[in-house]
């Protein structure tokens, strides 16, 4: 299937969870949010399937003022 991952378009396998992408584009395991067409999905939910066609942005964390 095909997703917009952080802006590129990526081929990605058929069933690829919310976790799997996050691995994919190589994010730590904390602080960092993910949204799926636009909305923010819980970290309880990360197991969820993505459909096909979605963006999603992975998105870190970062420290500054």
Partial sequence: MRVELN???RDVEDGSTVADLVVVVGAPP???AVAVDGAVV???QWTRTVP???VV???TA???G
Avoid: F, M, N, Y
Wanted: net charge negative; charged share 20%.
């Fill in 52 to 54: 096909d066609g979605a």
């Fill in 57 to 59: 942005e992975v998105l």
């Fill in 30 to 32: 904390t602080g960092i």
């Fill in 7 to 9: 802006g590129t378009d």
């Fill in 62 to 64: 970062v420290q500054g």
């Fill in 42 to 44: 819980p970290r309880s």
